[in-house]
C-alpha cells in the first residue's frame, strides 16, 4: 500500500512540476490523468509524460497485486475458525482478524 501511495504521490509531483493541480485522492487522479495528458501536451514533454505513463503502468500493477493479497487474506479469514470468531465482534474484518491470529495465534 505504501509503495502505491509513493507512485500516486510521485504522478501528482510531475504534474504539479509543470503546473498541473489535481483534485486529492487516487480516484480523481485516475480518472483525470489521461484527460491531463491529452488535453496539456503542450506543457508537458513527450519525455515526461512517458514518465508519468510509466508511473501509472507501476500503479496499476501494484492495485493488482494490493486485490491479490486482498483476496487471499479474505480467503483465509473465511476457512480459519479463529478468524471467523474474532470477525464475530463489530468493527473487525479479514485483515485485522488475520493479522490478531498472525501475532497472537492461540493466546498460550
Not at 53 to 68: N, S
Not at 72 to 91: A, Y
Request: aromatic share 2%.
Amino acid at each position: 500500500m505504501s509503495r502505491r501511495t509513493a507512485t500516486i504521490n510521485q504522478i501528482r509531483a510531475f504534474l504539479i512540476e509543470q503546473g498541473i493541480a489535481v483534485r486529492a485522492g487516487a480516484r480523481a487522479l485516475r480518472k483525470s490523468l489521461f484527460v491531463i495528458l491529452d488535453n496539456r501536451k503542450d506543457e508537458i514533454s513527450p519525455r515526461m509524460a512517458k514518465l508519468i505513463l510509466g508511473l501509472d503502468e507501476d500503479w496499476c500493477h501494484l492495485d493488482e497485486r494490493v486485490e491479490t493479497v486482498t483476496g487471499e487474506i479474505e480467503q483465509l479469514s473465511h476457512i480459519e475458525p479463529k478468524c471467523q470468531r474474532l470477525m464475530s465482534v463489530p468493527g473487525i474484518g479479514p485483515l485485522i482478524s488475520t493479522a490478531l491470529v498472525a501475532v497472537i495465534g492461540t493466546g498460550v
